[in-house]
């Protein structure tokens, strides 16, 4: 299977369940995932992290708990759900910012206060359920970790891409990125 064909799968959910609602957020799905990697992409990224900018919210669309978690309470574990598909198909630099971008936002709440304060009130109301802000040593443990730096990066550009209208690329001007990230069969 050439790279093309082997994220197709991936590019199917993006434009299929991408209508859905953004959490508590006034954006979509879709264009929560387009902003992100359009964020990525223009702050320079490199092809792995705007890959991971695109498909980081994936795991919500495997399965959606409802209209609003963060609104029922919970945390739904999504960076975890598409973990087997993804790591099938791209390799840590992709996945690794994935895994760990809900950990970031409590590593950034704990590095810098400007970012807790800046936080939606979805996203404040979802970091309690996610353990909430990172202990000094907690913060120091995930930013030296490998990835730690990409993750916090990829969080930013989360915190970012909720913006109602805001135009960028479709999920078409990403798939030669993602193709460039598919590992390699050996
Ligand atoms: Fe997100």
Not at 10 to 33: F, I, K
Not at 156 to 173: C, E, F, M, R, S
Request: contains cysteine.
């Amino acid at each position: 299977m050439n790279a093309m064909s082997a994220i197709g799968p991936v590019l199917d959910m993006l434009q299929e369940a991408g209508a859905r609602r953004y959490g508590g957020e006034a954006v979509s799905q879709l264009e929560h995932a387009l902003q992100c990697a359009h964020l990525a992409e223009t702050a320079k990224a490199q092809d792995e992290l705007v890959a991971a900018a695109l498909l980081h919210d994936l795991g919500h669309l495997l399965h959606d708990p409802g209209d609003d978690a963060t609104q029922q309470g919970m945390d739904d574990k999504h960076q975890f759900r598409a973990m087997p598909l993804l790591r099938r198909l791209f390799g840590a630099g992709v996945t690794e910012p994935i895994r760990m971008h809900v950990d970031a936002k409590r590593y950034l709440c704990r590095a810098d206060p400007e970012y807790h304060r800046a936080l939606s009130p979805a996203s404040r109301q979802s970091l309690e359920w996610q353990g909430g802000t990172f202990t000094p040593e907690e913060a120091r443990r995930f930013i030296l970790q490998p990835y730690g730096r990409d993750a916090a990066r990829l969080r930013t550009w989360d915190d970012l891409a909720k913006t109602p209208g805001k135009p960028t690329p479709g999920v078409a001007h990403f798939e030669k990125t993602l193709a460039r990230c598919v590992k390699r069969k050996d």
